[in-house]
C-alpha cells in the first residue's frame, strides 16, 4: 500500500497503554480509527464515547477481510497467536505489543503463517524509538565514540514496592510468573541488539524482592555481542532515580569507548565526556516530550505509516524479533541453571 490516501486503524486491548497508542493515531495526519475493542464492553463503549470512534464489543468486524488497513493489538501475550491468525490477509499490517506470543515456539509458527499469507506483522517494541535512542544510534553508526567497550543501564522505576504494588497502573504485573525480563527487560534486549549488534550469549541472575507479586522485580543481565560490546540491564523496581517523571526513561545508562563515555540520565538529557577530560557537554536533542517515552509510540506510528505510504523501510519485523525472544528464554534458563548461555545460529540456545 502506498500513496497519500487515508489510512484506517483498528485498535484491541484497551487497557493502561491503549492511550498512548489512540493519541498518537489521532495526531498523524490521514488516519482515522475505524474501530476500537475490549473484552471489556463497558470500557470499549467508555472509550469509544470519549474518543468519538466505533466500539465494538466483537473485534470480529475489526479482524475480518473488510476490516482496517492497520491492525493495533494492545493485548496480552496470551491472546497474540488468535487475534493475529484470525487478522491476517495479504497486505494488511499487524502491530503487536511485546511480548510477544507466550513462547518462541508459538511465535514462530505466528510468523510463518503471516509470511505465507503476505501480511506484514511488527512488534510494538517502541524504546528504540524513544529520541535519545534514535541520537545514540546515529552517534554510533556516524562512529562519534569509536569502539564500545560496554553499556550498563539501570532500571529504576520505583513503582514496585508495597502491597500495592502496581495496582494503579498496570496490575496485571502482579500476577506474571516472569515479570522483570519477559515484560521489562525484553526491550533493553531488542533495543542492545540493535544499537550493538547480534547478542551471542546471556548471563541471568534475577530474585523476588517483593513478595505480593508473582514473578522477579529484581535482577541482572550480561549480553556478549557479536562486535564485542558487553551491555548489562541491571533492573530494581523497587528502587529510583532521579527524575521529575521517574517513567520517562525509566533508569540511567552509560556507554562507555573509545573515545568518549555517553551518559543518558532521567530526564532524556544525553551528556559526553571525552577520555582523559573531567568536563561533560550536553549533546542537543529536540523532540515533543509527551506520552510517554519522549513520544516513542507516536514515532513508531508514524514509522509504520512511513513504510505503507512510501515504502520507508520497516523496522521491528516480527520475523527479527524471534531473537529477542529466544534471548528472554535463554535468560531464564540462565537464571535456572546458573551459567552462561550461548546461543547459536538464529539465537538458538546451545
Not at 548471563?203 to 523476588?208: E, G, S
Request: glycine share 10%.
Amino acid at each position: 500500500m502506498t500513496g497519500a490516501g487515508n489510512i484506517t486503524v483498528g485498535v484491541i486491548g484497551l487497557g493502561y497503554f491503549s492511550q498512548f497508542h489512540l493519541n498518537a493515531w489521532e495526531r498523524i495526519e490521514g488516519v482515522t480509527i475505524a474501530g476500537i475493542s475490549d473484552r471489556d464492553e463497558a470500557r470499549t463503549q467508555e472509550v469509544a464515547a470519549a474518543r468519538g470512534v466505533a466500539g465494538f464489543a466483537d473485534p470480529a468486524p475489526l479482524l475480518g477481510p473488510e476490516g482496517p488497513d492497520i491492525l493495533d493489538l494492545v493485548t496480552p501475550p496470551d491472546s497474540h497467536a488468535d487475534l493475529v491468525r484470525a487478522a491476517l490477509r495479504p497486505g494488511r499490517m499487524i502491530i503487536c505489543q511485546k511480548p510477544f506470543c507466550r513462547n518462541i515456539a508459538e511465535a514462530e509458527a505466528v510468523v510463518q503463517e503471516a509470511a505465507a499469507i503476505g501480511a506484514d506483522l511488527i512488534i510494538h517494541e517502541n524504546f528504540r524509538f524513544q529520541p535519545w535512542y534514535r541520537k545514540i544510534k546515529q552517534m554510533l553508526e556516524a562512529g562519534d565514540l569509536g569502539q564500545v567497550y560496554g553499556c550498563r543501564f539501570a532500571l529504576r522505576p520505583g513503582d514496585g514496592r508495597g502491597e500495592d504494588a502496581y495496582l494503579a497502573r498496570q496490575p496485571a504485573f502482579r500476577a506474571m510468573p516472569r515479570l522483570l525480563i519477559h515484560e521489562t527487560g525484553v526491550h533493553f534486549l531488542d533495543l542492545f541488539g540493535w544499537l550493538f549488534g547480534p547478542i551471542e550469549s546471556v548471563y541471568a541472575d534475577i530474585r523476588q524482592l517483593n513478595p505480593v507479586i508473582a514473578g522477579e522485580d529484581c535482577g541482572l543481565m550480561i549480553l556478549h555481542h557479536r562486535g564485542g560490546t558487553v551491555s548489562v540491564f541491571d533492573g530494581n523496581r523497587l528502587s529510583d532515580h532521579i527524575a521529575e517523571n521517574r517513567r520517562k526513561t525509566m533508569g540511567e545508562l552509560v556507554i562507555e569507548a573509545e573515545r568518549a563515555t555517553l551518559r543518558l540520565d532521567g530526564e532524556g538529557r544525553l551528556f559526553t565526556r571525552a577520555f582523559g577530560s573531567n568536563d561533560e557537554a550536553e549533546l542537543p536533542l529536540h523532540y515533543e516530550d509527551r506520552d510517554f517515552g519522549g513520544g516513542c509510540v507516536e514515532a513508531l506510528n508514524r514509522h509504520v505509516v512511513a513504510y505503507l505510504r512510501d515504502g520507508a523501510p520497516l523496522e521491528n519485523r516480527a520475523q527479527d524479533y524471534l531473537d529477542v525472544i529466544r534471548c528472554d528464554e535463554a535468560a531464564y534458563l540462565s537464571a535456572h541453571q546458573g551459567r552462561r548461555i550461548e546461543l547459536g545460529q538464529k539465537g538458538r540456545t546451545v
